[in-house]
């Protein structure tokens, strides 16, 4: 298992967004950002991103 110190540094050093917005465009909704699924072929957004999680 993970140590929880890792993982919590980890997340404090990374910019969640930044990591995700190089494989999937992202679209701003609200305090959150939205992208259609990149595992699924689909026409509107399901995946959401959220900064502060």
Same mark, same amino acid.
């Given at each position: 298992?993970?140590?929880?110190?890792?993982?919590?540094?980890?997340?404090?050093?990374?910019?969640?967004?930044?990591?995700?917005?190089?494989?999937?465009?992202? #679209? #701003?909704?609200?305090?959150?950002?939205?992208?259609?699924?990149?595992?699924?072929?689909?026409?509107?957004? @399901?995946?959401?991103? @959220?900064?502060? #999680?």
């Amino acid at each position: 298992m993970i140590p929880q110190d890792f993982l919590q540094q980890l997340l404090d050093r990374t910019d969640i967004v930044a990591v995700i917005e190089r494989y999937v465009p992202l #679209k #701003k909704a609200g305090a959150n950002y939205q992208a259609r699924c990149p595992f699924h072929n689909e026409k509107s957004p @399901s995946f959401s991103v @959220s900064p502060t #999680k």
